[in-house]
């Protein structure tokens, strides 16, 4: 039988698993470009480039992402039932208690954010304070906590990292193809015409694992946000009120979207075979699909598996 603790497995195992092809579509594009060009020297510097970017990006996450959503630190009075809830929960998951945020935004949402437990923050909009319920917004919570338990700004950084490596050394390749040469100017044309697309499409299919990858985070933050409260029915709630409120937040940016526990740029839910298809490219699972599964009535893979 289906259970919280075989998604949440299930969850682990599949996001190791795209990790491990997303570095296996970076090992095969530099060993390419490295065949092609018979020298690994630019490689060396995407490759540091590229790391060097993102991992300042992940030292200063925190700092970056409350001055993109306009959070706020929640006053330990006027917030002070957000507070205790924070607290209580963290005692819990066995994790030191993270800053509380607030984003003044009618849009129910929430996120948590920071590169390690002894720097994160959890932040609420007022708009999902005003219409969640005590046990709902306690799933809520232990959602956002699980994300900082499960270490899931180093994943989302590592994929980052190799979306940028991915797409640095593909925008140089096709730039080289046009105005650099080759090792072998007697190479048949078909080559050429390959390896166009094939640097032309590299950055999509990476960009699609890593939204992969997010949406396995969703999926295992809800397991072990269930777990933590061991009241799966006020996060599944809690997730059907946000969906069916739909309101975008007025500071919704791509760059910051995979952190919030809904997307924030609002319309989740549907499922007509375009929506569908579009969720290829979304941050996070249709709300229904993360209900069915903290509910164990999911029974077969959907397209965002």
């Not at 005692?91 to 009618?106: E, S």
């Not at 994160?120 to 708009?127: D, M, R, S, W, Y």
């Not at 730039?175 to 078909?190: E, W």
């Not at 059907?240 to 609002?266: C, D, E, V, Y």
Request: contains cysteine.
């Amino acid at each position: 039988m289906s259970t919280l603790y075989t998604h949440q497995a299930a969850n682990v195992r599949k996001t190791w698993l795209l990790m491990f092809s997303f570095l296996i579509v970076v090992i095969a594009i530099g060993y390419a470009v490295s065949w092609y060009m018979d020298s690994p020297i630019f490689l060396y510097v995407a490759v540091v480039f590229a790391i060097a970017m993102n991992v300042y990006s992940y030292w200063n996450s925190d700092k970056t992402v409350v001055r993109l959503t306009g959070a706020i630190p929640a006053d330990e009075r006027q917030y002070a039932e957000l507070h205790r809830m924070v607290e209580n929960l963290a005692i819990t998951a066995g994790l030191p208690k993270p800053k509380v945020y607030i984003v003044n935004d009618p849009a129910p949402n929430a996120f948590a954010t920071g590169r390690d437990p002894e720097h994160a923050l959890v932040a609420c909009t007022t708009g999902i304070l005003g219409i969640l319920n005590k046990t709902e917004l306690e799933g809520v919570l232990a959602h956002e906590l699980s994300h900082i338990g499960n270490r899931d700004m180093l994943v989302s950084t590592v994929a980052v990292v190799l979306v940028g490596f991915v797409a640095i050394v593909s925008d140089f390749f096709t730039r080289f193809l046009f105005f650099g040469g080759s090792r072998d100017r007697n190479i048949h044309p078909a080559f050429y015409i390959v390896a166009i697309a094939a640097a032309v499409l590299a950055p999509l299919a990476a960009s699609l694992i890593q939204m992969a990858i997010s949406r396995k985070r969703e999926f295992l933050a809800d397991a072990s946000g269930a777990l933590l409260t061991r009241y799966p029915d006020g996060l599944a709630s809690a997730l059907q009120k946000i969906s069916s409120a739909g309101r975008p937040m007025a500071k919704a940016s791509h760059a910051t979207a995979h952190l919030f526990i809904a997307n924030p740029f609002g319309g989740e839910g549907k499922k007509s075979f375009g929506q569908r298809l579009g969720a290829l490219f979304s941050t996070h699972p249709p709300v229904e699909d993360r209900v069915a599964a903290l509910m164990g009535t999911q029974t077969k893979p959907t397209i965002e598996a």
